[in-house]
Structures are given as C-alpha cells and as structure tokens.
C-alpha cells in the first residue's frame, strides 16, 4: 500500500503539488492524468524518493521512501525524459541495474530480450526514441520492483510495442502482485489499463475514482414525454450530473444503478427511453463539471 500524506512541494515562490493526499493499493494501476504543468512529475518524483516533500509524507509498505535506499531497491521509476550511461550498451547498462536492484532476475532479463528484440550490445544512445523506451522497460522489468513508477511512458511507443508493454505489466500485476502509477495526457490511452484514476489541476487533486464502480454507476438517458408532469416527477427520483434538451428529447447523464434507473423511467411512461454506454471521457467530463472544473481545459 502507497499512502500519500498531506504532501506539498514548493520551488521558490511556485506551489508544484498542494497538500495531496492520495492512497494506492498494492496490485493496482494508478492512472494520474492533468494538464500541463499540473504537478504530476513533481508528485511522481516525490514518490520514488527523488524529491524531499516540503510538508507531509510518502509511506511505502509502511516505510518512509525518502533516503530509504532499502526500500528504493523495490521501486522502479522511468522518467520523462530516459537516462542512460553516455556509450553504454544494453548489456552493461544491465550489469549496473544487477547492482544497485537485488531483485534483478537474470532469467527474465534473458526472456524479455526474446520480446524487445534489440541487440544487448547496442549503445543505448545510438537507438531511436521508442527503443530507448523500450530498453527502459526492459531494464525495469528485470529488476522485479515492487513499485513501478511511469511518467509519460507510452510517447514514443508504436502500438504493437504499446500492447506488448501492457501486457508485461499486466502479468506482473496479476502473477506478483506489482503496483504501477502512471501519469498521462491521454484518457483514453490509460483507460484500458488503470483501475483507479486521479486527475491533478494546478497542484492539487481534483478528482479521483475507481474505474469499475464509475464506468458501472453513470450512463447516458435519452428520454421524452408526453407531458411536462410526468419529466418533472421522474427528474425528483433520479440523481443527474448533467442535462440538456435536444427538441423534444431529454438527455441526462444520471448516476445510479441500471436497473434502478430503468425502472424510475418506465414507471414514469416515457414515450422515448434509452440507455448508452459513456465513454470515461465523457463520465469524467460530468463527474470534473460537479466538481466545478472544466475537464476540457485540463485534459488534452
Ligand atoms: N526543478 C524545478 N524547479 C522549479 N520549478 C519546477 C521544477 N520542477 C517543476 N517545477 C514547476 O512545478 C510545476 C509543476 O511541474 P511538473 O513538471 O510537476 O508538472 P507536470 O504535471 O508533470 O507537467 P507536464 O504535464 O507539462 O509534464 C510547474 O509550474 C513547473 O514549472
């Protein structure tokens, strides 16, 4: 388990992260999602130990992160922009992670060499973008962490070598119970694989949701009546994030159980009544728009 406590981080007069709290079961996947210059790799790097929190605190496994070398060796963290020994190849980058991770596994190292089909010898610096990537990956998924740490890391990846990634973290998150964070522009590029979701504005976490219970708790109502009477009393029943007339049509996004819903309207009479699916985009729009924030602004 990841408990973030009341951690702010300030460089010179600027507020990066506000008083964030934040906790992330072992075995999920932790999407953060935010505009620019949210605080979200300022976060990340205060997570992996990297920065000193200004106030409050990270725990992983109980266990304080900052200056903990111990516990470091369990989290592995790829940053934005990758770093790598200056003409050193895959192989001798390799040995310097067998050192500093004790839980580096030679086998797998071996295995995922089969996956990511570059040549150990190469010089990291002398591949193309995405394989550096994908060495980064390589390299990380060897170390067997506990805690994987992503800022951004899908840009540069095509989408063969995006599923394959996905798939890795998906084995490790179902075989040994590995907890990723993931920060993102994209939605809908982390939809597929975060189970839990938090969008950061301005420093501070604006929203945070489990995915099933969101994807399972709102949807999209088109309904119309016959008279003005019978909308009104169906509306008092339902719980409604949003509304808009299109003519003679009603459309709702509602927040509740689908069968619960279905049998509000029906008893209602309507004299149109349909049920769609939401996007994730669309429900965070909504949920973002009671919130009070214009979801169109911060993501991208
Ligand atoms: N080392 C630093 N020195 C001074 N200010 C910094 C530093 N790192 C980040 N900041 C400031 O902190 C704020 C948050 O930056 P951060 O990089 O955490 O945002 P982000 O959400 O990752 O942005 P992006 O999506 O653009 O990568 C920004 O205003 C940035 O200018």
Redesign the pocket.
């Given at each position: 388990m990841i408990h973030v406590e009341g951690v702010t981080?300030k460089?010179?007069k600027?507020?990066?992260?506000a008083t964030i709290e934040l906790s992330v079961k072992t075995g999920s996947i932790y999407g953060l999602l935010?505009?620019?210059?949210?605080?979200?790799?300022?976060?990340?790097?205060i997570l992996a130990g990297i920065y000193r929190p200004d106030h409050g605190n990270v725990h992983i496994e109980k266990q304080s992160i900052y200056e903990n070398v111990s516990l470091k060796q369990k989290v592995v963290f790829i940053p934005?922009s990758l770093y790598f020994f200056p003409q050193a190849t895959i192989h001798q980058m390799a040995d310097y992670y067998r050192s500093f991770y004790p839980g580096w596994n030679q086998e797998r190292y071996e295995t995922l060499q089969q996956v990511f089909n570059i040549d150990p010898h190469r010089k990291i610096q002398r591949l193309s973008k995405g394989m550096q990537r994908q060495v980064a990956f390589w390299l990380s998924l060897s170390c067997m962490p506990n805690v994987l740490i992503l800022?951004?890391p899908i840009d540069g990846l095509d989408p063969v070598m995006r599923q394959k990634i996905k798939n890795l973290l998906f084995q490790d998150v179902a075989e040994r119970d590995l907890t990723v964070i993931i920060?993102s522009?994209n939605l809908r590029e982390i939809e597929d694989i975060c189970d839990h979701v938090g969008i950061?504005h301005k420093?501070k976490l604006v929203i945070e949701k489990e995915l099933d219970d969101l994807k399972t708790d709102t949807h999209k109502i088109q309904v119309a009546f016959s008279s003005p009477e019978q909308e009104t009393s169906m509306l008092k029943q339902l719980n409604i994030l949003h509304q808009e007339k299109r003519g003679s049509v009603n459309l709702l996004i509602g927040k509740g159980q689908k069968q619960h819903i279905e049998e509000i309207v029906r008893s209602s009479q309507p004299l149109v009544f349909d049920m769609l699916p939401l996007t994730l985009e669309e429900i965070f729009i909504y949920e973002m728009g009671g919130v009070g924030y214009e979801i169109e602004n911060i993501l991208i």
């Open positions: 981080k460089f010179e600027e507020t990066a992260v935010g505009s620019n210059g949210a605080g979200k790799t300022t976060l990340l790097k934005d800022d951004e920060s522009h950061m420093g």
